[in-house]
């Protein structure tokens, strides 16, 4: 029912999407799969008529599709067909209003032509847009220049358009009229696959945030832990599949209760995690992120191992090195911060108690004096003063 990237309904795969999107238009800039899963459902950066291509309504069509698959697959008990109903009722309503975001009514696919300031031609307030060749012109001239082309007349052979020009686009007011109904209705089969792109989306934005937390957690991992990681997913799942079919087999007497209590009892830890408050095995992101892989012994604890650097850290405060300290004969602790060797302890304690001494000594060798009105210091400093004449 679900890939592997989607996790039995926790992410999206939109992989392929992914792909299709960037092959939409070659100058788009291209964006990491990360990048796209915060923009696949924003589409202000096409224009309309990069809308109007087929590529671009595959594309959307199969987005809608998936993200309709998705929420029918995660969420069966939620009456997907009353969702599903509701955003394609709000669109009609909304269509009907001319209230869809991008698709009113007052931008045309043809030009509005309005006089200028000079009196002397016509400026256009939106593109022209040739139905032909589906491409947009902001000229007219550059539009009446383009009728000329041979790709243009190819394209209106190909299609069946009269050939005949007239001064407003080159047809009649009737075919105008059939043109532009056509195009609307095409405009509202894209407009609608984008609502529901958004709307659906906005319903599994939990599953879009898990989606995106995903990627970024999987691109932080080493080709090393994402094999790990695998292994681990596969093993669950064998040991799943092989609890569920096994679990019609009991005997009639009702003994398999107990088994499946004895099942349910068991942790399955085949990477040895610390285990969280709850009695389960931490996550192995968290695992790696805290660093409890690393080991970190102490001779002074007795040979005891600390994982990971925040439990190393904590135990110097703690009571197992502070009587291990005491025992060396070492009573102050704070100046022996990461040291973890006997040998290392007990030279510094050494030097430290050397260092004591010698300061006592000359301190109680130094010879003072006293000037004349009583004060005593040290005879350097009595010898300093008096050749300044300060005494």
């Known amino acids: 029912m679900f890939t592997g990237e989607e996790s039995n309904g926790r992410f999206f795969d939109l992989t392929k999407n992914h792909e299709e999107y960037l092959n939409l238009n070659p100058n788009v800039k291209k964006i990491t799969y990360l990048q796209y899963l915060s923009v696949y459902d924003q589409f202000a950066q096409f224009t309309r008529a990069q809308k109007m291509n087929d590529r671009y309504f595959?594309?959307?069509?199969g987005v809608a599709d998936y993200?309709?698959?998705?929420?029918?697959?995660?969420?069966?008990?939620?009456?997907?067909?009353?969702?599903?109903?509701?955003?394609?009722?709000?669109?009609?309503?909304?269509?009907?209003?001319?209230?869809?975001?991008g698709w009113s009514k007052t931008l045309p696919a043809a030009a509005t032509e309005t006089p200028s300031d000079s009196g002397d031609n016509t400026t256009?307030?939106?593109?022209?847009?040739?139905?032909?060749?589906?491409?947009?012109?902001?000229?007219?001239?550059?539009?009446?220049?383009h009728t000329s082309s041979k790709k243009h007349l190819k394209n209106v052979a190909a299609i069946g358009t009269p050939l005949d020009q007239s001064s407003n686009g080159g047809s009649t007011s009737q075919d105008a009229q059939t043109k532009a109904s056509l195009a609307r209705l095409k405009d509202r089969a894209i407009a609608e696959r984008e609502w529901r792109v958004?709307?659906?989306?906005?319903?599994?934005?939990?599953?879009?945030?898990?989606?995106?937390?995903?990627?970024?957690?999987?691109?932080?991992?080493?080709?090393?832990?994402?094999?790990?990681?695998l292994e681990a997913l596969y093993l669950e799942s064998s040991e799943a599949a092989g609890?569920?079919?096994?679990?019609?087999?009991?005997?009639?007497?009702?003994?398999?209760?107990?088994?499946?209590?004895?099942?349910d009892s068991k942790i399955y830890n085949p990477l040895k995690l610390p285990l969280a408050w709850d009695g389960k095995p931490i996550p192995?992101?968290?695992?790696?992120?805290?660093?409890?892989?690393?080991?970190?012994?102490?001779?002074i604890c007795g040979n005891f191992v600390y994982m990971g650097r925040r439990a190393f850290d904590k135990h110097f405060n703690e009571s197992r090195h502070i009587h291990g300290l005491r025992c060396l004969g070492i009573t102050?602790?704070?100046?022996?911060?990461?040291?973890?060797?006997?040998?290392?302890?007990?030279?510094?304690?050494?030097?430290?108690?050397?260092?004591?001494?010698?300061?006592?000594?000359?301190?109680?060798?130094?010879?003072?004096?006293?000037?004349?009105?009583?004060?005593?210091?040290?005879?350097?400093?009595?010898?300093?003063?008096?050749?300044?004449?300060?005494?």
Not at 284 to 299: A, N, R
């Open 58 to 61: 595959r594309y959307l069509t």
């Open 67 to 101: 993200l309709e698959s998705f929420l029918r697959r995660t969420r069966p008990l939620e009456d997907p067909d009353k969702i599903v109903a509701g955003i394609e009722a709000a669109f009609a309503e909304a269509w009907e209003k001319d209230e869809v975001p």
């Open 124 to 145: 256009t307030t939106a593109s022209i847009y040739c139905d032909a060749c589906q491409k947009s012109f902001s000229n007219k001239n550059v539009y009446e220049h």
């Open 198 to 229: 958004v709307k659906l989306t906005a319903v599994l934005q939990a599953q879009r945030e898990a989606t995106t937390t995903n990627v970024e957690r999987k691109q932080s991992l080493t080709e090393r832990e994402r094999q790990m990681e």
């Open 243 to 263: 609890a569920g079919g096994g679990g019609g087999g009991g005997n009639g007497d009702g003994g398999s209760d107990d088994d499946g209590d004895d099942d």
């Open 284 to 299: 192995y992101w968290l695992y790696k992120l805290h660093g409890l892989g690393v080991e970190f012994p102490c001779e």
């Open 332 to 391: 102050n602790t704070t100046l022996f911060r990461e040291i973890t060797k006997i040998d290392e302890a007990q030279r510094l304690w050494e030097k430290l108690e050397s260092d004591k001494k010698r300061q006592k000594v000359q301190a109680e060798t130094v010879e003072e004096m006293e000037d004349a009105q009583g004060n005593v210091m040290p005879r350097k400093v009595f010898e300093d003063l008096q050749k300044q004449g300060l005494l």
